[in-house]
T-cell receptor, first 117, second 114 residues
């Protein structure tokens, strides 16, 4: 597609349920980032991938959060046993990674608004 | 990990006034990126600065990277209502296992009163 696509756009789930958020990056983009953004705050880093390798997952809040990108394209962020505090906007971004130039403008998707009730 | 602090958190200006937001880091940055997020929208890339002391302009926007590569600023001349939004700086790791990791500042929320 032309841009980063995230689905679903909105997700309401009951506390204790598992959710899976999907990100389809721009074709050819090597790097894929997951962020969580609270209203009025900057994107909070969760994890990121180069190709299928998870380079850094230091931002994942706890072991209920996990992410994968098995084929180096589409990624899934999974939250198990959701809690109300998990309610937030989850954003995915992708970029073309050039190790030499560091020319890595990140393109963001529209986000998934998760509400845990 | 790499952290960037942004000030001010909020800025209210009258249309036509200037606006500046600052980004500071305790460590030397390999580069700095700036993004704008309109209300209800997602962050959109504005520019990237790489060189020490670099200055770039986009119409009424002027971006600077400090000589020590530890701070950056975004200045808007003669603000317009279309400038409303949140401006973020973002720093990128240039080494180690987190090469390429992009960390955002808290952002400055700009309100422009007509």
């Amino acid at each position: 597609g032309a841009g980063v696509s995230q689905s679903p756009r909105y997700k309401v789930t009951k506390r204790g349920q598992d959710v899976a958020l999907r990100c389809d990056p721009i074709s050819g983009h090597v790097s894929l980032y997951w962020y969580r953004q609270a209203l009025g705050q900057g994107p909070e880093f969760l994890t990121y991938f180069n190709y299928e390798a998870q380079q850094d997952k230091s931002g994942l809040p706890n072991d209920r959060f996990s992410a994968e990108r098995p084929e180096g394209s589409i990624s899934t962020l999974t939250i198990q046993r959701t809690e109300q505090r998990d309610s937030a906007m989850y954003r995915c971004a992708s970029s073309f990674f050039d190790r030499g130039l560091l020319n890595t403008e990140a393109f963001f998707g529209q986000g998934t608004r998760l509400t845990v009730v | 990990g790499q952290q960037v602090m942004q000030i001010p958190q909020y800025q209210h200006v009258q249309e036509g006034e200037d606006f500046t937001t600052y980004c500071n880091s305790s460590t030397t940055l390999s580069n700095i990126q700036w993004y704008k997020q309109r209300p209800g929208g997602h962050p959109v890339f504005l520019i990237q600065l790489v060189k020490s002391g670099e200055v770039k302009k986009q119409k009424r926007l002027t971006f600077q990277f400090g000589e020590a590569k530890k701070n950056s600023s975004l200045h808007i001349t003669a603000t317009q209502t279309t400038d409303v939004g949140t401006y973020f700086c973002a720093a990128q790791n240039a080494g180690g296992t987190s090469y390429g990791k992009l960390t955002f500042g808290q952002g400055t929320i700009l309100t422009v009163h007509p």
